[in-house]
């Protein structure tokens, strides 16, 4: 079989009526070589057969973030117009296109842009680009594939498809058993793409958001605040049982004092009324003695 062309280390996407190839690696040691193929005079890549462009230390990173906005699915791609250096170069503009080739938009990133600033691209979607060199020549540009949100009225939420959770309240709540089981099962990535981990990583970033109906606490901060709320209210209520523990001992010991029985001291009471019963009972019998003794002498 004829292939229509054959490369090595290259990654190859179409964006309308481009083909953008890109090498697998990055920096000065990434390279890529058109070996040939039944199509690399269609696309006038004659020139390049056989020959090997290298990758330089200088090439500028670019970083893509927020969250796609648009109704379907779309391709922007990115290409720089001339040559130069990121932050330093007047007139360094990247035109952004979208799938149906169509100029949607320029990024100004030369003279006066600072490296790594957010710029707006469109749906929702931003690029900064690192410090470093850009060439028109060499063909540098980039392709961003943007995957939309089919599920905008959270029906699938709703109905319990593809949450992320289980449960009906702060009790039962729980991590679906099968993402826990198989962590590939859930969707990191926003764009599509292999490498691209930004919905996993906009799921991290939700622990320190702030959320307007928590006074603008994040919800690890406001977790946190209400764990410690709950501990100093069980510290206070567990100090106050104590307190009324030791009231109540108290008032106990007070009204045994003053109803109750004292064992000792009903004792000696016995003993003393007995010692008087006795002295009583030897008294009368005295008496007796000489009442008897008298009626005898009459």
């Not at 970083?63 to 906005?69: D, Q």
């Not at 060439?135 to 540009?141: L, R, Y």
């Not at 962590?183 to 996993?200: Q, R, V, Y």
């Not at 209400?226 to 209210?233: M, S, Y």
């Amino acid at each position: 079989a004829n292939p229509d062309a054959q490369a090595t280390g290259i990654i190859a996407v179409a964006s309308g009526d481009r083909l953008y190839l890109q090498t697998a690696g990055e920096g000065a040691t990434a390279d890529y070589s058109l070996d040939g193929g039944n199509s690399v005079a269609a696309f006038g890549w004659n020139g390049l057969v056989g020959s090997t462009i290298a990758g330089h230390d200088r090439s500028t990173t670019v970083t893509v973030s927020g969250a796609y906005t648009g109704a379907s699915d779309e391709t922007f791609s990115f290409d720089v117009t001339q040559d130069g250096t990121v932050g330093t170069t007047d007139g360094l503009v990247v035109e952004v296109r979208d799938s149906t080739g169509s100029i949607i938009g320029t990024l100004d990133i030369g003279s006066g842009y600072e490296p790594g600033s957010e710029l707006e691209v469109a749906a929702g979607i931003r690029v900064s680009f690192g410090l470093g060199d850009l060439s028109a020549t060499n063909n540098d540009g980039f392709v961003l594939e943007a995957i939309a949100d089919s599920d905008t009225s959270e029906i699938l939420v709703a109905t319990g498809l593809n949450s992320l959770f289980i449960g009906t309240n702060a009790a039962d709540i729980a991590v679906r058993g099968d993402l826990q089981a198989d962590p590939s099962l859930l969707a990191a990535s926003l764009t599509g793409a292999e490498a691209d981990t930004g919905l996993l990583l906009k799921l991290l970033s939700v622990e320190n958001t702030k959320v307007e109906d928590l006074d603008n606490a994040s919800l690890g901060s406001y977790y946190g605040s209400l764990i410690g709320d709950i501990g100093f209210q069980t510290a206070t209520t567990q100090s106050a049982l104590e307190s009324n523990d030791l009231l109540i001992s108290s008032l106990e010991q007070r009204r045994d004092q003053i109803s109750g029985v004292n064992v000792d001291e009903e004792l000696v009471d016995l003993v003393r009324y007995e010692q008087s019963f006795a002295a009583a009972a030897q008294f009368i019998s005295t008496v007796n003695q000489l009442g008897d003794e008298l009626l005898n002498l009459i």
